[in-house]
Nanobody, 124 residues
C-alpha cells in the first residue's frame, strides 16, 4: 500500500516562497504535484521522474516553481517562489507510472493515489 505524506504548506504574502515536501513509499516512475482551489478542478503543477532524468511544469508555474527529489529518502520537493494569490490551493503529490508521467501538465484523472494534501495560502 502506497503512503504519501505532504508537508510544508503555510501562509505567505505575495512574492514569498514555500518549499513543499512529499514522502512516499512506492517504486514509481515519477511523482507529480497537483493543486486544487475551492470550487475548481484539480490542476497538475509539475512532474519529476524519480530517476531525475526529466521534469516538467504547467505554464502557470514555469519559472517560479522547481520540482526536485531526494531518491535516498523517497522524497520529492516543490520549491515555490514568487508566489501569487492565485497559487492559493491545497497541494497534493501523487505517484505515477508509464503513460501517467508523459502527459504535461499531469492530469488528475490519470492518477489514483493521493495524500492528504498541504494547504498553501498566499495573501496580497
Amino acid at each position: 500500500q502506497v503512503q504519501l505524506v505532504e508537508s510544508g504548506g503555510g501562509s505567505v504574502q505575495a512574492g514569498g516562497s514555500l518549499r513543499l515536501s512529499c514522502a512516499y513509499t512506492a517504486r514509481t516512475d515519477c511523482m507529480a504535484w497537483f493543486r486544487q482551489a475551492p470550487g475548481k478542478e484539480r490542476e497538475g503543477v509539475a512532474t519529476i521522474y524519480t530517476d531525475g532524468s526529466r521534469d516538467a511544469y504547467a505554464d502557470s508555474v514555469k519559472g517560479r516553481f522547481t520540482v526536485s527529489r531526494d531518491s535516498t529518502k523517497n522524497t520529492v520537493f516543490l520549491q515555490m517562489n514568487s508566489l501569487k494569490p492565485e497559487d492559493t490551493a491545497m497541494y497534493y503529490c501523487a505517484p505515477g507510472w508509464g503513460f501517467q508521467c508523459t502527459v504535461v501538465p499531469p492530469r488528475h484523472f490519470h492518477f489514483g493515489i493521493w495524500g492528504q494534501g498541504t494547504q498553501v495560502t498566499v495573501s496580497s
